[in-house]
């Protein structure tokens, strides 16, 4: 079974960048089956895709394109976010999942880290 952590600091100020760090066992961050996804949830909302790696190739969403990055390191079995420019209003708990390249649906979450932008 795939067990999926997140790692990263729990505080960052604004205007900084965000980074955490997907650690994957249990499977290859190589393998076709999956998009290897990051997920936040602000406090009091939704779900929200941030964005995916696959193959080595990139997807993000629209509303972040701008100032976010993933990437991957295959000797680690590890995947990244890092977001720029952080405001209060990126606080939320980020998840790293793994999405069926078939179903589109989470196979796979993380347990989630909580990241607070606060000065």
């Known amino acids: 079974q795939v067990q999926l952590q997140e790692s990263g600091p729990g505080l960052v100020k604004p205007s900084q960048t965000l980074s955490l760090t997907c650690t994957v066992s249990?499977?290859?961050?190589?393998?076709?089956?999956?998009?290897w996804s990051w997920i936040r949830q602000p406090p009091g909302k939704g779900l929200e895709w941030m964005g995916a790696?696959?193959?080595?190739?990139?997807y993000y969403s629209p509303s972040l394109k701008s100032r976010t990055s993933i990437s991957r390191d295959t000797s680690n079995n590890q995947f990244s976010l890092q977001l720029s420019s952080v405001t209060p209003e990126d606080t939320a708990v980020y998840y790293c999942?793994?999405?069926?390249?078939?179903?589109?649906?989470?196979?796979?979450w993380g347990k989630g880290t909580l990241v607070t932008v606060s000065s």
């Open positions: 249990g499977g290859s961050i190589t393998t076709s089956y999956y998009y």
């Open positions: 790696i696959y193959s080595g190739s990139t």
């Open positions: 999942a793994s999405v069926g390249v078939v179903t589109r649906g989470v196979i796979y």
